[in-house]
C-alpha cells in the first residue's frame, strides 16, 4: 500500500456466519463509502478509527501505519488523532453540551464554528434534553473542535432536515478546505455524499 495516498486500508472482517474482505485507497481529501445496510461500512469506520484491533488488517494514513496485523502493529485509537462521528453521537449524557465540547484534551475555542454549527443556542443545555438533530449538531462540533487529523462522519445528518442538511455539509467542506483535514463519510443519501466527497467506493456485500 503506496504511502502516496492519503488513506488506505485492507481488511477482513468476520462475525459469527459472516465476513467480509476488501481493499480501498482514498486518493485526495473528501472519502464516500457507500454500499448496502449490513454492508460493513459502519465496522469499516471502526477500524480506521482503531475501534476493531482484532481485525487481520493493514491501514495507513499518510506515511503512518496504524495496523498491520502481520507485524502486531497497532496504534490506539486516541493517538491516531480521528474526529469520529457515530450514528448515535455517543456524547455523555451527565454533562451539558458545553462540558462535551471541552472533553477532547486537544479541544480549541472556536467560537465562528459553534454558531456556524448552531450550538451556541444550547452551550448550557443538558444533552439528555436535545433532541437527535442537535445532538448530531454537538457531535459534530466536538469533533471538529478537537483538531482532527482525520474526520470520519457516520450517517452524519441523519437527524435533521433538508435545509439544515445543506447548510451543516457546506460547513464542514469549508472546514475541511480551510484546515486541509481528509473527511470519510458513512452515507445512505446520494445528496449528502455528492455535497461532501470528490471520491467513492462501494463496500462490498457481507458475505456467508
Not at 450514528?87 to 486537544?106: G, H, I
Not at 434534553?129 to 483538531?147: D, T, W, Y
Not at 441523519?158 to 470519510?184: N, Y
Request: a neutral charge.
Amino acid at each position: 500500500m503506496s504511502d502516496q495516498h492519503t488513506l488506505g486500508a485492507r481488511f477482513t472482517i468476520e462475525r459469527p456466519g459472516f465476513r467480509l474482505g476488501d481493499e480501498f485507497r482514498m486518493q485526495g481529501q473528501r472519502f464516500a463509502i457507500t454500499g448496502p445496510s449490513g454492508s460493513g461500512k459502519t465496522t469499516l469506520l471502526r477500524l480506521i478509527a482503531g475501534l476493531e484491533p482484532l481485525a487481520d488488517a493493514r491501514v495507513r494514513f499518510r506515511s503512518e501505519t496504524w495496523h498491520d496485523s502481520l507485524t502486531e502493529t497497532f496504534v490506539a485509537p486516541w493517538q491516531r488523532g480521528v474526529g469520529y462521528v457515530a450514528q448515535d453521537a455517543l456524547l455523555m449524557p451527565t454533562l451539558t453540551v458545553e462540558q462535551n465540547l471541552r472533553l477532547s484534551p486537544r479541544a480549541i475555542n472556536d467560537e465562528p464554528l459553534v454558531e456556524a454549527l448552531g450550538v451556541r443556542r444550547l452551550l448550557s443545555r443538558s444533552v439528555r434534553l436535545l433532541s437527535g438533530g442537535e445532538r448530531q449538531r454537538v457531535a459534530l462540533a466536538r469533533a471538529l473542535l478537537s483538531r482532527p487529523r482525520l474526520l470520519l462522519l457516520d450517517e452524519p445528518f441523519s437527524a435533521l432536515d433538508r435545509s439544515a442538511r445543506g447548510e451543516i455539509a457546506a460547513e464542514l467542506a469549508a472546514f475541511c478546505a480551510r484546515t486541509e483535514t481528509p473527511l470519510v463519510i458513512v452515507s445512505h443519501d446520494d445528496r449528502d455524499v455528492s455535497r461532501l466527497a470528490d471520491e467513492t467506493w462501494e463496500i462490498g456485500r457481507w458475505q456467508s
